[in-house]
């Protein structure tokens, strides 16, 4: 049987890059209207770019976590966020444009930590679970910090984690089936994409946990339940 191709390092640096600046973006977007100085937003823009990967090292013991060992990640999160800071200030975005480059954002981490679990020889179902924290515990992080509940926690939320473990899924399925990794790369960051903003667009979300409620007693019945006066 042949090995599980290896995620080429140049495509790898390429989407990590890519990555890190769109994160750094909507660290920046995020932080419109919650009167955040430039220092702040260049705060929200690392944690935001580096907040998944970081998570995602520690559990894997791969340290110093990356972004430690390439300064040229930081260089270009800090230059993104500070032009990004000076362009929003211009030009007033719609909340829309956070949303899209939320999405992008997701769709491209939650590819570089499963193509991390491939190239570390972990199991499928722990390469899915790589990915789906790389995706999202930066915005996690981001979100805390600015006082609000994190987006992957929100009702009705429009599939965000759920996008990026389907494209998590997906590509390591593809990969391990022994298709080119340049090939299983576009159609998981494609899949994900394609699953949240089509959510977002035709507003589709998972069932959301409602426990019923007690029917309330018929008028006059005493109540027998003294732990609950309402019964």
Do not use: C
């Amino acid at each position: 049987m042949s090995a599980i191709p290896v995620p080429s390092p140049q495509l790898q640096l390429f989407l990590e890059h890519f990555g890190i600046a769109v994160a750094a973006i909507t660290g920046v977007l995020a932080a419109r209207g919650k009167q955040v100085d430039l220092f702040g937003v260049i705060v929200l823009a690392l944690v935001t770019s580096f907040g998944g990967g970081s998570v995602r090292d520690l559990m894997v013991g791969d340290l110093p976590v990356v972004w430690l060992r390439s300064p040229e990640y930081l260089l270009n999160a800090t230059v993104t966020a500070v032009l990004a800071f000076f362009i929003a200030r211009v030009w007033r975005l719609p909340r829309q444009v956070l949303l899209v480059a939320d999405a992008f954002a997701l769709a491209l981490f939650t590819l570089i930590g499963a193509r991390k679990g491939v190239l570390l020889g972990f199991s499928a179902p722990v390469t899915i679970l790589l990915g789906v924290i790389t995706g999202v515990a930066g915005g996690i992080l981001r979100d805390v910090l600015l006082g609000e509940v994190p987006l992957v926690f929100q009702p009705k939320i429009h599939l965000y984690a759920t996008a990026a473990m389907a494209g998590a899924a997906v590509f390591t399925g593809l990969v391990r089936g022994r298709f080119a990794e340049s090939i299983a790369t576009p159609i998981g960051i494609g899949l994900i994409l394609a699953l949240r903003l089509g959510a977002i667009h035709w507003r589709v979300t998972l069932p959301v946990y409602e426990p019923r409620e007690d029917p309330a007693p018929p008028p006059g019945r005493p109540n027998l339940n003294p732990t609950h006066p309402d019964l």
